[in-house]
Every structure is written in structure tokens, then in C-alpha cells.
């Protein structure tokens, strides 16, 4: 949940010449090449991206089980992308619905290396609580993402190893490997299949601790915003193990509406409803 | 109730003053009415609540098994297009089948906030809770507890305030001025959960002869440095916890309001799974100075069993120094052990067991909570609640005979 944006990789920055070198110290000789190759495509996907400053956005989450029930969920959520790339973004989400949890409000500062510092709001009691962000792969509200397919993608989270080119729909697709370096993740690794003209994430298959494919994730409808942002309206996540499924909506994007840092500070949390 | 009721018609008098200021704003700058009226939000929460009480009651003037009751929290505000201005009105009613004091109106919030860059002002009746630990919430002191509604003093009568808060680089300060104290409810002569004499709130004494128009002060900072989280506050004013005094020519008690003087601090250090809290209070006003501290630590266990479920365990120490008769506590010396579990589920499955003891008097009570949606706008709780306090020197084993369930199913819109 933290930085919901962040799937839509503001916060995939490159400290690209630092981990390029480490890639390099680090990686047998041998899949050096399709190591660099991999690490070229996920940086160029998250580079893409830089620039937004803040944004806002109203999300929408259908869930879905195995036998078709749905439950749906609402939230509204603002991000500030800090221009220091040494220190992660700060996002707020809002929960409007179900109506028990309206207001229900979480404050994440999305760390590069440390866990991140996250605050609830609870609304019954008018209550900040600093809350404990070890919980990498549970889910996040009931769904099919876990927390860390909305916060994890920054780009130095993962080594990263080029695998093929193939076609994706009308798009010729770079997949990558990448495999979690954070801890506590519930893969052991990831194929993301990243578009040539447009650097764009198109889909994400998750494989358990186990190497079983858990997930596959697409990103649909994509629109340009500003004329340089790419974001993706539509992402569907299907749980091929249980059969579950969550389908997240993403609509009303603005950005660059100058909002500062002191937007995201605990302080602002009981005033957002 | 008359009480409640001039409390009420000032906050409503305060309120209407902030919605005449904002709507004024408004029309100054030529505001589209549409727009406002777009911008009026209306929520709330319907609830019928079930209480059955295990054990017959100590005096026949109670009620003795069930008590049916229900209450009403419809929420309205209004936010101005520019986000600067926020108006809240949240009344509160709750009917009880048996209890008359039970049955009582609120008003939780009436107020007009202002947001101005780093400054934010706010004018009106409201809730503010402080504090970090689970057992025991010793550092908030804003609010009145609606003692009434339930044992936990999680429930909170609004209080009329000015409230203006800065935000800086080195954390946030806030100050409020209060006056329109707020007297705490007791359950009647038909209630349970209440001490074996009734306290007769209608004749409340205070200290202050200005009674609950004698302005209170308060000041607060909160900042975080890395995995600390600190909280400072100072109050100065009317105390919210009452003294229980005899009343003289009858067999009832009457609530005493001394001035007080209190400092507080809240702490939690986060840390991978694991939360460190302390809460600690010097207050002085309420006999000899005295000093009460919690502290404790939360540890919680992800996805256990590889299902999606947390299971978090909390052990919090309760000390409190105080050593007057009038304003007893049953917390001088206890420890609190509890266990969260969360199932993380798309009905939000949750349930607390909570259990205390008393170094002294051994097993203080036990507590169960649980709660799950129903649909997309139901949901049913229940609190399981066993008073297990039998010295007769503790002020807890009052509630001895008053072990009960609570069922409460909410309609939320």
C-alpha cells in the first residue's frame, strides 16, 4: 500500500551507475551481459517516469473469488515524488470505502534500503498509529496484491538478468528477470515484460518461495499524461493458485499540483476525510 | 441532561459561527452555490447493541440480565474547493431499553477547521486522542470519557475548543483553549457496571467556582526522528477524571472536579515486527503529586502458518503512584497481556484478547473483542467481558458481579 504510485514506477529511479557497477563486481562473467541488459531495460522503464512531482488519483479495487463474489473498495491517493534519490517517495492513500473503514488514512516515507515509516489514521478513535512495515508479501486490503507489488518496485530492489524478446500484443516486448533483494519478500523471483517503444511494464508473472508461478499481473490501457507520463488504467492481478482475482482502476490523474513535503508529514493524517 | 443540552446549543452556536464565516468567504469570492452544496458529504454509522450480563445483579434496583440498545453517529462535512476550510457536524444519540442515564445525545463534533500552509486553526467541538499504549491511555486528556457508553473509556464526549496548530521542521506544536467542560457520564439507578452507589452527576462539585466555565489550556508537540515517534503534552484546567465524594443525607455519591496540572509523554520506537511504547503523566491537583506510567512492547507474527493471517502479542506494565481515596484507580501495579489476531481477509476478520493482573490482587479481567464485515456496509462485533477482580480493597471489584457479552451489529452508509 505504500506508494500504490510507485507500481506505476515513480519510484523505480535508477542509482543506475552505483548498482551498474555493483551488478558488474558481483555477477559471474559469464550472464554479465544479459545482467547488464536487464538492469538497461528496468532503468530505462523507470527513468521514464521522472519528473512527475506530485500526483493525485482516485483508485478503485474489485475482488474477486474463486466462485465470482465481488467486494469492491475505494481510495484516493496523492504522491510526491522528493527530488533527493536517496530518499524514497512519499505517498497518503485514503480509504473511502467500505464505508466502516471511510477515512481510514495511511502516511507511507517509502525508505531506499531501511523498512519504510508508515502511520495510520483510524478514524474511530481519532487515532495516528506508527505501524510496523516488515509485512513485505501479505496482501494488501484483502486483495491480490501483496504490499510489496505496490511498494517493491523500486529499481535497486532487485537484480536484474535480460531473458528474451518476444512479442506482447502489438508491442515487441524485453522480458526481465528480477529477483528480490529485500528481505521478507514471498518470491523468488519475477518475469516482467517491458515494451520497446514505450519502456512500459506490461505484465509481471510471480513466482512463490517455492518457484511456483503464484501471479500474473497485466497493465492495461495506457495513457499518455503531461505528454511524457505513462500510466496504466487498469491493472489485473489473477492468483492462479486460488483462483482469486483483483482488478485495480486507476482515474482522475493530476499532477503537479504543488503540494510540498509538509503535505506528508503525520500531522496532515486526521484531516484528510 | 440540562447540561448536555446547553453543551450542545453552544456548539451548534460555535459551529454556526464557523459555517457563517466560510460561507461569507465563500460568497466574497464570488463562489458558485452549486458547488457548495457538491461539496456536503453525509456518512454515518445505525447500530443495535445486545448486552446480557452473566451474573444477576448485586441490588434489585438493577437491571438484571439484558439490555438492549441503539445508537445513531450520522456524520456531515463539507470541504471548501480550495481544501482550506473543512466544516464537521457529527451528532451522537443512543436510546438504551433500560437505562435512562443511558440514554443520552452528543454533540462528538461541530467544528470549522482552516488550513493555512504550515498554520491550521480550528474552532468548535471535537475529538483528539494522544497516545500510543493499549491498556491504558494515560497521556490523552482532551476529551471527557462517555462513560456511559462503554467500561474501555475508548468513547469520548466533544469537546467545544480553539485549537491552533503550527507545523515546523522540528515537529508540530499545538495549543488549545477549552472552557464548556464536559462532566462524565455515569450509568443510573437501573445500570450496571457502576459502582455499588449511584454517583449523582446533577450535583457535581468543582474546585473552581467558575464550574465547568473555567477555561482549560492545553499544549502539545509531536514529532518523529527515524524509528521514534515522541509525544510531549502540558494541561492545565479542570481534571476529566472525577474524585468520588459522599453525598452528604444520601446514600449516593457525587463526582468531585479538581484543577490540575499534568505533564505527559508518549513514546514508540519501531523497529522491524516489533513496537516499544511508554506513556508516562506526572499530574498534580488530585491529592499528593503523583506519577503513573505504561510501558510495554508489541511483537507481530506475519502470514503465520503461511495463511494470510498476523498474530501480534502485546505485554504492557501499568504502574500508577497515586494515593488517594477519592480519585482511586485499580491500575497501581498491573500487567496487561493481549493477542491481536488479524486474518487479513476481505471482510476484515479482526479479534483482541486482552487479559489483566493485578501484582497484588492477582487477576484483574479478561476481555474479547472480535469483528468482521458483512457485506459491503454490515458489520457485527462482539466483546466478551469478565470482571475477575475480587479484593474488596481494589476499586475494580466493584464490578465483579458484572461480567457480560456484547453484541452490536452496525449499519454503516
Redesign the interface.
Known amino acids: 500500500m505504500t506508494n500504490l504510485l510507485n507500481t506505476h514506477k515513480s519510484l523505480r529511479r535508477a542509482i543506475a551507475i552505483g548498482l551498474a557497477s555493483l551488478v558488474l563486481a558481483t555477477t559471474p562473467a559469464l550472464s554479465q551481459d544479459a545482467a547488464n541488459k536487464g538492469f538497461e531495460v528496468a532503468a530505462k522503464s523507470d527513468r521514464s517516469d521522472r519528473g512527475f512531482g506530485d500526483s493525485t488519483v482516485i483508485l478503485s479495487m474489485v ?1 474477486k ?1 474463486a466462485a465470482g463474489a465481488e ?2 473498495r475505494s481510495m484516493a491517493m496523492t504522491t510526491l515524488e522528493l527530488p533527493d534519490e536517496s530518499i524514497g517517495d512519499r505517498s497518503l492513500v485514503r480509504f473511502d ?6 477515512g481510514t488514512s495511511l502516511l507511507s516515507h517509502a525508505q531506499i534500503i531501511d ?1 519504510d ?1 508508515q502511520w495510520l489514521f483510524l478514524p474511530a ?8 512495515s ?2 513485505k ?3 494488501f486490503v ?1 486483495s491480490e496484491f501483496a504490499f510489496e507489488d505496490i511498494t517493491g518496485q523500486e529499481l535497486e530492489k532487485y537484480d536484474h538478468v535480460w531473458v528474451r524478446e518476444e512479442a506482447c500484443g502489438d508491442l515487441m516486448c524485453d522480458v526481465v528477470e528480477r529477483k528480490p533483494r529485500y528481505e ?1 519478500s514471498g518470491y523468488t523471483r519475477q518475469l516482467v515484460w517491458i515494451d520497446q517503444s514505450d519502456a512500459q511494464f506490461r505484465k509481471i508473472e510471480y513466482y512463490d518461495r517455492k518457484n511456483d508461478l503464484l501471479k500474473t499481473q497485466t497493465f492495461e490501457d495506457y495513457k499518455l499524461y503531461e505528454g511524457k507520463f505513462w500510466r496504466s488504467q487498469l491493472f489485473r492481478m489473477e492468483n492462479h493458485q486460488t483462483g482469486k482475482s483483483t482488478v485495480l482502476k486507476f482515474s482522475d490523474y493530476t499532477f503537479n499540483t504543488g503540494l510540498t513535503d ?1 503535505d506528508f ?3 496532515v493524517l486526521k ?1 484528510q ?1 | 441532561m440540562t447540561s448536555i443540552y446547553r453543551k450542545i446549543g453552544r456548539s451548534v452556536w460555535l459551529t454556526a459561527i464557523g459555517v457563517g464565516a466560510v460561507l461569507a468567504s465563500s460568497y466574497a469570492h464570488g463562489a458558485d452555490q452549486e458547488s457548495i452544496w457538491d461539496q456536503i458529504d453525509i ?1 454515518g ?1 445505525l447500530a443495535s447493541e445486545q448486552r446480557l450480563f452473566f451474573q444477576s445483579a448485586r441490588s434489585d434496583e438493577q437491571l438484571d440480565s439484558y439490555q438492549a440498545s441503539g445508537f445513531f453517529e450520522p456524520r456531515v ?1 463539507w470541504r471548501s474547493a480550495d481544501r482550506k476550510n ?1 466544516l464537521q457536524f457529527v451528532p451522537y444519540v443512543r436510546v438504551d431499553a433500560e437505562d435512562g442515564r443511558r440514554t443520552h445525545a452528543d454533540i462528538r463534533e461541530a467544528y470549522w ?1 482552516h ?1 493555512n ?2 498554520w ?1 486553526f480550528l474552532a468548535g467541538a471535537n ?3 494522544w ?2 499504549t493499549e491498556s491504558r491511555h494515560l497521556v490523552n486528556i482532551i476529551n471527557q470519557v462517555d462513560g456511559v457508553e462503554n467500561i474501555d473509556e ?1 468513547d469520548f464526549l466533544g469537546q467545544p475548543m480553539i485549537q491552533i ?1 503550527k ?1 515546523t521542521d522540528m515537529g ?1 506544536f499545538d495549543a488549545f483553549l477549552m472552557t464548556g467542560f464536559r462532566e462524565r457520564t455515569f450509568p443510573g439507578q437501573v445500570g450496571r457496571l457502576r459502582d455499588g452507589r449511584v454517583i449523582e452527576t446533577s450535583r457535581a462539585r468543582y474546585d473552581s467556582d467558575l464550574e465547568e466555565w473555567r477555561p482549560d489550556v492545553a499544549l502539545r508537540y ?1 514529532h ?1 526522528i527515524d ?1 521514534l ?1 515522541i509525544g510531549l503534552s502540558l494541561f492545565h484546567g479542570t481534571g476529566r477524571e472525577p474524585g468520588a465524594v459522599e453525598d452528604a443525607g444520601t446514600d449516593r455519591l457525587v463526582p468531585l472536579y479538581t484543577i490540575i496540572s499534568q505533564a505527559g509523554v508518549d513514546l ?1 520506537y ?6 516499544w511504547k511508554f506513556e508516562g503523566i506526572v499530574r498534580e491537583g488530585q491529592g499528593d503529586a503523583f506519577g503513573a506510567g505504561v510501558a510495554g512492547v508489541e511483537y ?1 507474527f ?2 503465520i502458518n503461511e495463511t ?1 493471517a ?1 498474530l501480534g502479542l502485546l505485554v504492557e506494565g501499568l504502574y500508577d503512584g497515586r494515593d488517594d481515596d477519592v480519585f482511586a484507580t485499580s491500575l497501581e501495579n498491573d500487567v496487561f497481556l493481549g493477542a491481536r489476531l488479524t486474518l ?5 476478520t479482526s479479534a483482541l484478547i486482552g487479559f489483566v493482573i493485578d501484582t497484588k490482587d492477582g487477576p484483574g479481567g479478561l476481555r474479547v473483542e472480535a469483528e468482521r ?1 458483512l457485506g ?2 454490515f ?1 457485527l462485533s462482539f466483546e466478551g467481558q469478565m470482571f475477575l477482580e475480587n479484593d474488596a480493597n481494589n476499586p475494580a471489584a466493584v464490578l465483579q458481579d458484572d461480567s457480560l457479552a456484547t453484541l452490536t451489529l ?1 449499519w ?2
Open positions: 475482488l473469488n467486494s469492491t470505502s467500505p464505508a466502516d473503514i471511510e523498512a515509516d478513535l481519532k487515532r495516528v498509529k506508527r505501524i510496523s516488515r509485512n508479501s501479505g496482501p484483502g521478507n509538509r508529514v503525520k500531522g484531516r476525510r | 456518512s454509522e462535512r473543512q477547521r488550513i500552509g504550515d491550521e475529538r483528539v486522542f497516545g500510543v475508548e496548530g507545523q508540530r509531536t518523529y524509528e515517534d514508540q519501531t523497529t522491524d515486527a516489533w513496537l507481530t506475519f502470514q494470510d498476523d487479513n481477509d476481505v471482510q476484515d464485515r459491503d456496509s458489520k452496525s454503516f452508509f
